[in-house]
């Protein structure tokens, strides 16, 4: 469920989209709930003018660095970035430190290569499966076993 917080960031931010100018500033901002928001509502389509989509392809770059991983995953659902250019994002961020970047954002964006896919998909199990004994080992760590006993098993 959206605050009241989020709707005024997302209304705020839906307003200066097609102000040249505006999204280098949106994506220096300090709150990173900006920085997600224009993440997810960031267009580049054809019809854009030169100016605004030379724009949203250097600030989508640089949404690809963030440190939060919402940011990057925003980037990485948003289907409204030109296929073309998005291939490349897609390029880099199944490389993304975070799994939910890749698995959740990646692979729900229809905009995502097909070859991508294929290699989400067939690299799932391999994450999955390490996710699986990472939850493992915080579950024994919780029930009290040192670190010196988990690493022994």
């Given at each position: 469920?959206?605050?009241?917080?989020?709707?005024?960031?997302?209304?705020?931010?839906?307003?200066?989209?097609n102000t040249p100018g505006k999204l280098k500033e949106l994506s220096?901002?300090?709150?990173?709930?900006?920085r997600f928001v224009l993440a997810e509502s960031l267009k580049i389509t054809p019809d854009m003018p030169e100016e605004l989509v030379k724009e949203a392809k250097k600030?989508?770059?640089?949404?690809?660095?963030?440190?939060?991983?919402?940011?990057?995953?925003g980037i990485a659902e948003n289907s409204n970035i030109e296929p073309n250019f998005?291939?490349?994002?897609?390029e880099?961020?199944?490389?993304?430190?975070?799994?939910?970047?890749?698995?959740?954002?990646?692979?729900?964006n229809h905009n995502t290569p097909k070859e991508i896919i294929d290699w989400i998909n067939n690299d799932k199990k391999e994450i999955l499966y390490k996710l699986g004994l990472l939850a493992e080992f915080y579950e024994r760590r919780r029930e009290g076993n040192t670190i010196e006993g988990l690493l022994r098993h």
């Open positions: 469920m959206e605050t009241p917080e989020y709707q005024k960031i997302e209304d705020e931010v839906k307003k200066s989209l220096e901002n300090e709150n990173w709930k900006v600030v989508a770059k640089k949404l690809l660095e963030d440190d939060k991983w919402a940011v990057r995953f998005f291939k490349g994002l897609a880099e961020l199944k490389r993304d430190k975070d799994w939910r970047v890749v698995l959740l954002g990646l692979e729900r």
